[in-house]
């Protein structure tokens, strides 16, 4: 008989500034995650291969002060308040023009100088898992409304990891929430990540300028290298936003080691996906694409773009996303 979760939290270290940081462990079904209050990180994720050996498969980093070192590829991270890019580091809202911060050129990626990765959370145990919540006060980074943000990390029956979350505003505001884990099957430290298999349910992208900044366009995958709705093998050179062809109860992603046996599978609320293949690892503690990026979330530049789905959310109103990563063998 299948039981709950087993979750618990521990003192795990301290920030430069002596910020104390907890870290939950939770347990079910043969998964095993750890997550920190420090950046909501998912530090780890161990699940069986096919020969029942189990093995962390998303990219962590050991203590603390590595997260606050290297905080450049967002290891794991929830990041927010806006996820993916906001071009020129403005967007106008109601008629008002807000300038949020300027942090990958004159462009605004992915909350900001310190966004919700760099942020301890506060964490309270439910049942399944642990809930984190943070506030951001109304202009940090340049974001209108004081935003009430929770995400909750539990274990399904069968060992699948819910991220559920939520957010409230006091004034009309942008919102876009993804976790950033860098994923490889075949073991964490084992090299790159190329090569294991991809499927995608998606047949347009958005394509991207040189500034990767969507041109506003919806482009067909057909004949194109960006055309994994059957699967194939991951090459690199990938930081592109995909348009979901459906959400909810069906996978819309599949990443499969062949080796281990190891497949993971998404579900997801969110109506995008952004493959990212981390080419420039170099001189940080992992190797070049030694983790495959599989961001659920609405489309970068959503708030200059009216054609692209909304991330308004105004007072009265609740922000909900969820998606789920499956683990199996085969």
Known sequence: MTTGTAAHGEDFSTLADGTAVRRWTLERDGTRVRVLT???VVQSVEVPGRDGTRAGVALGLPDVADYEKYTGPYFGALVGRYANRIGGAAFVLDGQTHRVTPNEGRNHVHGGT????KRVWDAEEVPDGVRLSLVAEDGEEGFPG???VSVTYTLDEGGALRIAYRATTDAPTVVNLTNHTYWNLAGADSGSALGHELRLAAGRITPSDAESIPTGEFAPVDGTRFDFRKPKPVGPGYDTNYVL???????????YDAGSGRLLTIRTTEPGLQLYTADHFEGRPFVACAGIALETQ???DSPNRPEFPSTVLRPGEEFESTTVYGFSVR
């Open 245 to 255: 062809d459906g959400t909810g109860e069906e996978p819309v992603a599949e990443l």
């Open 298 to 300: 609405h489309f970068p």
């Open 38 to 40: 420090y950046g909501a």
């Open 114 to 117: 310190r966004g919700f990765d």
């Open 146 to 148: 004081r935003l009430a």
